[in-house]
């Protein structure tokens, strides 16, 4: 297997995995007011996730076209659904009689899970990273670097959730989080209906038009 191949899956499954999305917003939430070990337990559900969709856009480039666009657009909707709930719930987060926010997420490794396998930008932004990395050695790639490539993804994934988990529990960023965890969880809320506005308005078009 080409060195180089294996390189760029695992820095292709790093890039998707630090960049900015609702899970990350979560994992600063959770990390911050609840420390590593939650953000860890968080970041552990949210792996399984991480692998589907890697795997997923691994077999769009690798050459699979045989996957319609029906299951993405259904998985869309599911997506838009859970994270407006999730950014209604946050948007109406009111402080405790001591101006605290329980934003206290009681079992952060499902809630990882459940973000990781709902995620919008998890198809779109994972075929991305890994085509404009792996683009430059496309014909190197074959059904047989699959199971190569899904394990260097891993390893990507692995090692950028350990960063994220560093950084999550750091005092000063579990400080800033607490100073401002009204206006965070707020401004999270409306990042979160934004994703599932977004998410499902470009799942609506393709079912209709199927359905048309």
Do not use: E
């Amino acid at each position: 297997m080409d060195l180089s191949l294996l390189t760029a899956a695992t820095l292709a499954a790093a890039a998707y995995t630090l960049t900015p999305g609702p899970a990350f917003l979560a994992l600063l939430g959770i990390g911050a007011a609840q420390g590593r070990m939650a953000g860890a337990a968080f970041l552990c559900g949210h792996f399984a996730g991480d692998v589907v969709w890697a795997f997923l856009a691994l077999v769009a480039i690798v050459g699979a076209k045989t996957i319609g666009t029906l299951v993405f657009d259904l998985l869309g909707l599911v997506c838009g659904a859970y994270l407006f709930w999730i950014g209604w719930t946050a948007l109406r987060a009111r402080p405790a009689a001591d101006g605290s926010v329980d934003t206290a997420v009681r079992r952060p490794l499902l809630r990882g899970l459940a973000f990781g396998l709902t995620n919008p930008k998890g198809y779109p932004v994972a075929v991305a990273m890994f085509t404009a990395l792996l683009a430059a050695d496309s014909g190197s790639l074959s059904w047989d670097s699959l199971p190569w490539l899904l394990a260097a993804s891993a390893c990507g994934f692995v090692v950028a959730d350990l960063l994220l988990i560093l950084v999550v529990g750091a005092a000063p960023v579990r400080r800033l989080y607490r100073r401002h965890a009204l206006l965070i969880t707020r401004a999270s809320g409306l990042l979160f209906i934004g994703f599932a506005l977004h998410a499902i308005a470009h799942a609506v078009p393709g079912l209709a038009a199927r359905r048309g």
